[in-house]
């Protein structure tokens, strides 16, 4: 057989796959913990809503021998009422990464460039990455998107801008004015993405809903999830909304049937009686932070948060030590070296008692350090 | 007589894959494309594998004493193997190499190899009754700049020699500028960073600086090959005021060197931006680890851990010099072969560290060890520094070990140091016989071999 390294493309040789954490079980052994506190992936700790969780429990197993839905029909009726447009407008995915990669597959060719932020969700850069395309990464200005620079990196060869809005770890985001400054500079020339996957923990009327936009700006495509808010992070449902000539395209590079038949009914589920639980999350969301944010004062840390349910902090070590130290208390969080933001860690906001056991930890270990 | 099955093609698979070269070097593998031959153990072919050194050495922009001494390799292997590789076998020879090294490997199956002369103490008699063969052996092992010996699989070895092009150290005197803020971290073109390098040189004691530093058309064609990568902060004016720069290690590791600074003052900031830029450049890479074997003191210690302290020995001083370490991601933990004299070492550094590692026993179970063993050397007169990298394992391994120390502090080499690469038993098997040469365990490397690397150094008395 021919070497495999002849058969495979030079970005794939070149690209690095991420290795996610190890289960639980295996991590509690491995420190030596009786119990694991994930704030490391930003999910609800409420979990899903009432209407969700009724929904799992009613689950007919025997309908795990059937093929589910291949294109989440309930669902994308679901959202189409919900926000008032046509169901062939949504495409259901596993997740919000596969509907990255069906964009960017939809729409890029050899020697197109996408454009991000230098600092923000790692997964468009990868999916650009392993596909052959180039990433033009622009530096925020300050914790935020600059969308100047953003505007200024685009030439003919741009296909896609990601803005991630919030911005995941810095929680900071384009107001209604900002966008439509940025709308109005890209003057159509290329699509932009708006990844919206924390907008529902913001509850401020500045914020700009990118289903209007799209109304308005056919050239904008928008990502949402069931992964954070809505608690669904374990059935992997996101999807895409946008004009329906963009859909067209992206349903032609899009994966059917990837969404499992769980998943849908209980994403359906969850949007049915989502205000109560809405409310809650962000509730526990503020009161984490109301928590967290003296805790780190009197620590004397840096910290960085705006919308969404997790909050950064600036470590005085290394956050890969943290991260291990901080294991060893049973509270795993999320370094951020690989967002190149070295030294700092992003936790997930969460109940009192997980914060105040967070909190406790992190005095432990900043004090052993020390002394 | 098997039939000539020699082929030759351009093999462009590994374009910008760094392997770890003897002697600990990193090595960029075949950025110039290579040429395979695959030949049958029979000296008649000899002139074959001939042409491919000369082939190399001319694309790699070797001079012509560099290329007689690829030459000379080539012969000296390639007629050993003929000798140790069964009739009915073949021998696989790779030719390539970068812009500032050329590079022959040869890949064949044997049962047993006697390669003791390429050990950097081996002497020749005339009257020595080990024949011509080993002669070869011993003058390839001087003539190459580095050479590896990889036992892949059962009976499968690749040996590897390097020949460096020649580069004239640097004659002039680097500009001493008078900076003004505001300064920025940026990746500028090779020059700047080439002159970066050599104001660095001028300014840092020898300890700190790549050998690199000192040549600086190396320097520029290491970075080139992709060998290097570099950061400079530019002051106001764009000029170079301070350097980091880093190559890939191991399988996931980085070694880093820096940051200098040029500046009298801001030298903290600067030292900031300098790292902050390495580490923003790494964060998405396929690195897990960064180390800092020879940290200069503008090190910012907040982004790193302390690994320990080597004892840097210099005009009959010792001086104790920190390494530094951090990981780029979560450790997902690993395994590692320990024998049970350097067990509880082992245990209380990994804790220190918090690292999660399995300790798997590495003892002699009876197995039959081949009687010599074979050590790569790498030697840095600058630093008064050798390396040694275990390549292949020996009953008379302790005697070689004391017989290298000896050699090495005789020729102005005191810092000597051992990397045993924790992911092979017999390497692991080997502490008993480098404490009883006179080697005591300093520190471990996470990440930097095929798993983490325990560094011994050698307990001179200069």
């Known amino acids: ?371 | 007589m098997k039939s000539a099955t020699g082929y030759v093609k351009p093999d462009r698979t590994t374009p910008n894959h760094h392997r770890r070269g003897t002697g600990g070097e990193a090595k960029t593998l075949n950025t110039i494309d290579s040429m395979n031959l695959e030949l049958p153990p029979d000296a008649r072919y000899l002139p074959a594998v001939l042409s491919a050194a000369d082939i190399v050495a001319g694309v790699c922009g070797l001079d012509k004493e560099k290329a007689l001494r690829l030459r000379l390799a080539a012969d000296a292997f390639f007629l050993y193997l003929c000798r140790a590789v069964a009739p009915g076998d073949t021998i696989t020879i790779a030719a390539g190499g970068g812009r500032y090294y050329a590079r022959l490997s040869f890949r064949f199956k044997a049962s047993q190899i006697d390669l003791r002369s390429l050990n950097f103490t081996a002497v020749f008699s005339p009257e020595d009754d080990s024949g011509e063969m080993e002669l070869g052996l011993f003058m390839a092992s001087r003539t190459t700049d580095r050479f590896r010996l990889e036992h892949q699989k059962p009976d499968m070895f690749l040996l590897t020699a390097e020949v460096d092009k020649a580069y004239p150290e640097t004659a002039e005197a680097p500009p001493v500028f008078s900076y003004s803020s505001p300064f920025r971290a940026a990746s500028p073109d090779p020059d700047i960073l080439t002159e970066a390098a050599m104001i660095a040189a001028s300014q840092y004691p020898a300890w700190h600086c790549p050998k690199s530093f000192f040549y600086p058309g190396r320097f520029l064609d290491m970075l080139a090959d992709g060998y290097y990568t570099a950061r400079a902060v530019l002051d106001a004016a764009s000029r170079p005021a301070g350097l980091i720069c880093w190559h890939p290690l191991g399988e996931r590791g980085i070694a880093l060197s820096g940051p200098f600074v040029f500046t009298g003052s801001d030298r903290a900031h600067i030292a900031r931006l300098l790292t902050e830029a390495f580490l923003e450049s790494v964060a998405r890479s396929k690195a897990i680890c960064a180390l800092s074997e020879r940290a200069t003191d503008d090190l910012p210690l907040e982004y790193f851990d302390l690994l320990g302290t080597l004892d840097y020995f210099e005009a009959g001083c010792a001086l104790a010099k920190p390494a530094y370490y951090r990981l780029l991601a979560e450790d997902t933990g690993a395994a590692v072969f320990a024998h049970h004299d350097m067990e509880a070492f082992l245990r209380k550094e990994y804790d220190r560290l918090a690292l999660l590692r399995d300790i798997l026993p590495a003892t002699a179970t009876g197995e039959a060890v081949p009687e010599h063993s074979v050590l790569s050397t790498t030697t840095d007169q600058n630093r008064g520094l050798a390396g040694l990298w275990p390549l292949y394992p020996g009953r008379d391994m302790a005697a070689n070990l004391s017989e290298h120390a000896a050699v090495l502090t005789k020729r102005s080499l005191p810092n000597i140091l051992v990397h045993m690469d924790l992911s092979s038993s017999w390497q692991a098997a080997m502490a008993p016989d480098l404490i009883k040469a006179g080697f005591v365990p300093k520190l471990i490397m996470p990440n930097a071999g095929k798993s983490d690397i325990l560094i011994f150094q050698y307990a001179s008395t200069c």
């Open chain 1, 1 to 371: 057989m021919r070497p495999l390294a002849e058969l495979v493309p030079a970005y794939v040789l070149g690209f690095t796959a991420y290795t996610p954490s190890k289960p639980d079980p295996l991590l509690m052994r491995q420190y030596g913990v009786t119990r694991l506190h994930r704030l490391n992936n930003n999910e609800n700790a409420l979990g899903p809503p009432e209407s969700a969780k009724q929904t799992l429990a009613a689950f007919n197993p025997e309908q795990a021998a059937i093929y589910p839905n291949g294109d989440s029909f309930d669902l994308r009726h679901a959202l189409a009422a919900k926000f008032n447009k046509e169901p062939d407008r949504f495409l259901v995915g596993n997740g919000s990464c596969e509907v990255i990669a069906s964009v960017i597959k939809a729409f890029c060719d050899r020697g197109d460039n996408i454009i991000t932020a230098d600092k923000t969700f790692a997964v468009y850069e990868w999916v650009a990455s392993f596909s052959g395309f180039t990433t033009r990464l622009v530096p925020l200005a300050g914790y935020g998107f600059n969308p100047q620079a953003m505007l200024e990196a685009i030439d003919e060869r741009t296909k896609i801008v990601f803005v991630c809005n919030p911005n995941n770890p810095t929680g900071t985001w384009w107001d209604n004015a900002a966008m439509e400054a940025f709308l109005a500079g890209v003057d159509g020339r290329c699509l932009v993405v708006l990844d919206e996957a924390y907008r529902e923990f913001v509850d401020d009327p500045r914020f700009p809903d990118g289903m209007e936009l799209m109304e308005r700006h056919p050239n904008v495509i928008v990502f949402r999830t069931f992964s954070k808010m809505y608690g669904l992070a374990g059935l992997r449902v996101g999807y895409v909304c946008a004009s329906s000539a963009v859909t067209e395209f992206i349903r032609r590079t899009h994966t059917v049937y990837s969404v499992n038949s769980l998943g849908q009914k209980v994403a359906l589920a969850a949007l049915e009686d989502d205000r109560k639980h809405l409310l809650a999350t962000r509730r526990m969301a503020e009161e984490a932070k109301s928590l967290l944010m003296p805790a780190f004062d009197s620590l004397g840390l840096e910290h960085v948060s705006g919308a969404g349910n997790f909050i950064m902090a600036r470590m005085p070590v290394s956050d890969t030590l943290i991260y291990r130290l901080l294991m060893r208390h049973g509270i795993m969080v999320r370094t951020m070296s690989s967002f190149r933001f070295p030294n700092w860690i992003r936790v997930t906001l969460s109940t009192r008692p997980v914060m105040e056991d967070f909190v406790a930890a992190l005095g432990e270990v900043l004090a052993k350090l020390k002394g």
